[in-house]
Each structure stands twice: as C-alpha cells, then as structure tokens.
C-alpha cells in the first residue's frame, strides 16, 4: 500500500540515498559529471540527519512509502521570494523519487501530498523552482497543474551555473 506520512530520523539514510541517485539521473547532461559522480548518500547523510533531528516550525518533509519502502521524498514551506514573501504563500522547496519508481505514481502522490499539506497549513498559493532545461520535471509538474509565471533565476550547482524557472499553482482551486 502506498500512503504519504511524515519524514523520521529513521529514514535520513534512505532519503540520502534517493537524494544522490535521483540527482545523478535527473541532471545527467545539465550538470557536471565531476558534480554528479561526487554526490553519493553518505556526502548528503549529514545534512538530513540534521534536517529530521529538527524540522524548522515551517518546514515540511514528507516522504511516499509502499511496503515499507521509501521511495521519495518531498520538502515544503513558506516561500522566501523577494516577490511572494506574503503569508499565504508556500513553497515546494525539492522533490525527488528513486529512479528505479519513476512513472510509478509515487511522484504523483507526493505533489498532492505536498498540496494538501499546503493547504492544511493555510496555504493559498505555492511556488517551485526547476531547471529550465529539465523538461520531464517541466512536464511532470505541468501536467499536475502547475504553471510558469515567468520569473527566472540564476543559480550556482557545484561549479555549474544554470537557469531555473519559477512555477505557482492556485491551492484554492484545486481539491
């Protein structure tokens, strides 16, 4: 059975992995293959035991488990653009399933999980960013609803600099 719940301590090692793999299958070709070879679970395991010993008050891990496996995993929170920092704003700030469940659903259940956390914590709206050249990410979130509203930046990814485009989804209309 698949169900969406909560991160735990327990799950830092499993989320490290999905982390590391699912970077190095999604960017493969938009980021530096010295980058993407260098990410593996343990260089990420510090950082999510860190994050899931405390979740920030406004921060949201939840991960999609089937059969006790987890396969996912999603971040949310309030958003901090400069143009959206507005109470009811929210941001979805990573998500990512392990390549081996891609085209499982699992990526599906996480959005709405994410969506309904959103709205749960009083959401209205909410944001992503995703690489412009990362078209089965554009379009898996396109075809969840989601659209560009034309805001774009620059970011720096290991010694790579590359172009994100900014998505929002209207909560209040979607059930």
Same mark, same amino acid.
């Given at each position: 059975?698949?169900?969406?719940?909560?991160?735990?301590?327990?799950?830092?090692?499993?989320?490290?992995?999905?982390?590391?793999?699912?970077?190095?299958?999604?960017?493969?070709?938009?980021?530096?293959?010295?980058?993407?070879?260098?990410?593996?679970?343990?260089?990420?395991?510090?950082?999510?035991?860190?994050?899931?010993?405390?979740?920030?008050?406004?921060?949201?891990?939840l991960v999609v488990e089937n059969?006790?496996?987890?396969?996912?995993?999603?971040?949310?929170?309030?958003?901090? &653009?400069? &143009?959206?920092?507005?109470?009811?704003?929210?941001?979805?700030?990573?998500?990512?399933?392990?390549?081996?469940?891609?085209?499982?659903?699992?990526?599906?259940?996480?959005?709405?999980?994410?969506?309904?956390?959103?709205?749960?914590?009083?959401?209205?709206?909410?944001?992503?960013?995703?690489?412009? &050249?990362?078209?089965?990410?554009?379009?898996?979130?396109?075809?969840?609803?989601?659209?560009?509203?034309?805001?774009?930046?620059?970011?720096?990814?290991?010694?790579?600099?590359?172009?994100?485009?900014?998505?929002?989804?209207?909560?209040?209309?979607?059930?």
């Open positions: 059975m698949t169900e969406v719940r909560d991160a735990r301590p327990a799950d830092a090692t499993r989320l490290a992995q999905i982390q590391a793999v699912s970077w190095q299958a999604a960017y493969r070709g938009l980021l530096s293959e010295v980058f993407l070879n260098g990410l593996t679970a343990t260089t990420r395991l510090d950082w999510w035991n860190s994050r899931l010993a405390r979740v920030p008050p406004r921060w949201a891990i059969d006790e496996d987890v396969s996912g995993f999603v971040t949310i929170g309030h958003c901090d &653009d400069d &143009d959206r920092r507005v109470p009811e704003a929210g941001e979805l700030y990573a998500m990512y399933v392990e390549p081996d469940h891609w085209d499982g659903g699992f990526g599906r259940c996480l959005l709405l999980g994410a969506e309904d956390r959103f709205r749960a914590s009083g959401y209205e709206n909410a944001s992503l960013w995703v690489l412009r &050249d990362n078209q089965r990410a554009r379009r898996f979130y396109e075809i969840g609803g989601w659209r560009t509203d034309g805001a774009q930046k620059r970011m720096v990814i290991g010694s790579d600099a590359v172009t994100a485009v900014r998505y929002v989804r209207d909560l209040r209309a979607s059930t």
